[in-house]
């Protein structure tokens, strides 16, 4: 009978032992209770004590990062009108004890209630836009505010909002035709904007390219007639200087020239009178 209650001393020893000790791991947040009342929740990873089990006791929660996911829902714009938007939300559990005195632990029912908050802030978002600023402009603008109204009602709850995204947003098909009309006529609008402004500075550049050629060959024109003045000046100076120097060579030379135009060509013609002035050097070398 000894031995046996040796034994059991032991076993209730171990069993004991192995009930006051716990693991907390490093993706997991811990509340423990002591006959049924949060007394801390504060445990960071690794191994703690507690009383034993029959007193105390422990619950473990996911610390990651959480996704909801649900089927799409349909919400107004501030056109009135009907769109079905899928979305999905990232979040955690920020304070283990909150979280635990909310949903008792349920992670259903804390994934309802953020499910309705979120609801309630998109469609306050989408109240407040059109189809067009919700499917293009305003997306991002819309996820960051409601991102952080719904932090400011969730907190009480011990939960904190990541992320909420739009996966995809649809419209019934009247509303689509509709929507892509007004998207075509706006972007038409803004092309033909930038066609005219492009039209209008094409004008300008060409107008400017006119002026500085018009310009420009005014200019070479006055240089070209300076330059062709001085020339003929300088000519008629270096005609009138050889003129002087030897005044029958310069006939005989004038005439040389004369002959060599009038009759480069087999085909030209000429209809003179023999013995005009014209062929004065073709029987005397003189001239004579």
């Known amino acids: 009978m000894a031995i046996r209650a040796l034994f059991v001393l032991i076993g209730l020893g171990v069993l004991v032992g192995l009930t006051s000790f716990f693991v907390v791991d490093e993706r997991q947040l811990a509340i423990r209770f002591q006959l049924g009342e949060v007394v ?3 445990y960071a990873p690794g191994l703690h004590w507690m009383k ?6 422990v619950r473990k929660f996911d610390k990651r990062i959480l996704t909801l996911d649900t089927r799409p829902e349909r919400f107004l714009t501030g056109e009135k009108k009907n769109v079905s938007v899928d979305f999905y939300i990232k979040w955690r559990i920020q304070d283990p004890a909150l979280y635990y005195t909310s949903f008792a632990g349920d992670e259903r029912q804390a994934g309802l209630r953020l499910l309705q908050i979120i609801k309630n802030g998109l469609q306050l978002e989408f109240d407040k836009r059109t189809i067009k600023q919700v499917v293009s402009d305003d997306r991002a603008q819309m996820m960051e505010d409601l991102t952080r109204g719904s932090n400011d009602e969730v907190n009480q709850f011990g939960i904190e909002i990541i992320d909420v995204r739009i996966k995809q947003i649809e419209l019934p098909e009247d509303v689509q035709s509709s929507v892509f009309q007004r998207m075509r006529a706006e972007r038409e609008r803004i092309a033909k904007e930038h066609r005219a402004q492009g039209e209008e ?3 300008g550049i060409q107008a400017i390219a006119e002026k500085q050629r018009t310009i420009i060959l005014a200019e070479a024109r006055r ?3 300076v330059t062709r003045g001085e020339g003929d000046a300088r000519a008629t100076e270096i005609y009138g200087e050889a003129y002087g120097k030897n005044l029958e060579f310069y006939e005989f030379y004038r005439s040389m020239n004369a002959y060599r135009e009038s009759l480069a060509s087999r085909q030209d013609v000429l209809v003179l009178e023999p013995d005009s002035e014209f062929f004065k050097y073709f029987n005397s070398a003189t001239g004579k």
């Open 40 to 42: 801390d929740s504060d």
């Open 52 to 57: 034993p089990l029959f007193i105390n006791n």
């Open 201 to 203: 500075a094409a004008k």
């Open 223 to 225: 240089d070209a007639e």
